[in-house]
T-cell receptor
Framework: EPEVTQTPSHQVTQMGQEVILRCVPI?????FYWYRQILGQKVEFLVS????????KSEIFDDQFSVERPDGSNFTLKIRSTKLEDSAMYFC???????????FGSGTQLSVL | RKEVEQDPGPFNVPEGATVAFNCTYS??????FFWYRQDCRKEPKLLMS???SGNEDGRFTAQLNRASQYISLLIRDSKLSDSATYLC??????????????FGKGTHLIIQP
């Protein structure tokens, strides 16, 4: 069964450093998403992406965040200058169409020290 | 972005029992509804979509009441492997592209032998 893959599974970084989280969505999906989950809290929407541009973003997704689809398969989330409060599990997801069920990757656990 | 409310639990239920969860959503424009399951420190996995007519998948039955903005999940003959956090998820499709899902905080279910 096709799946969303994410790398790395764990990322440790120093405050102020840049990190790039990588995702390979399911190949025939057109809609891509990033979510995050702080330990013990709910899954929060960050950003959605369609047709090579951001479709929607939440208030969490400020100027420190950016997304890119650098080629036909990868979808990345960049955090420019990490803060302690960016520590969370970051999930990538994809779907075939708007409003359709999402398939999630296994996540990247980001720890900012 | 409107909210999805769930009873966080935990629900402690003996194996073989029937258990029901409820969820309410505040945005009347919501159009797609799902139950996801999340195991500890893992990604959310789709359990089932929820339709107005109600739908059943094996031991699981989901119901949607649009007038009351209320979604339910019923698990019959519960198994130890059903122990997880159950996430109520709602989508408001604006027609403009990819819209992010809104997650409830989840209901924690513990099935006891």
């Amino acid at each position: 069964e096709p799946e969303v893959t994410q790398t790395p599974s764990h990322q440790v970084t120093q405050m102020g450093q840049e990190v790039i989280l990588r995702c390979v969505p399911i190949s025939n999906h057109l809609y891509f998403y990033w979510y995050r989950q702080i330990l013990g809290q709910k899954v929060e929407f960050l950003v959605s992406f369609y047709n090579n541009e951001i479709s929607e973003k939440s208030e969490i997704f400020d100027d420190q965040f950016s997304v890119e689809r650098p080629d036909g398969s990868n979808f990345t989330l960049k955090i420019r200058s990490t803060k302690l409060e960016d520590s969370a599990m970051y999930f990538c997801a994809s779907s075939k169409g708007p409003g359709e069920k999402l398939f999630f990757g296994s996540g990247t656990q980001l720890s900012v020290l | 972005r409107k909210e999805v409310e769930q009873d966080p639990g935990p629900f402690n239920v003996p194996e073989g029992a029937t258990v029901a969860f409820n969820c309410t959503y505040s945005n009347s424009a919501s159009q797609s509804f799902f139950w996801y399951r999340q195991d500890c420190r893992k990604e959310p996995k789709l359990l089932m979509s929820v339709y107005s007519s109600g739908n059943e998948d094996g031991r699981f039955t989901a119901q949607l009441n649009r007038a009351s903005q209320y979604i339910s999940l019923l698990i019959r003959d519960s198994k130890l492997s059903d122990s997880a956090t159950y996430l109520c998820v709602v989508n408001v499709y604006s027609g403009g592209g990819a819209d992010g899902l809104t997650f409830g905080k989840g209901t924690h279910l513990i099935i006891q032998p």
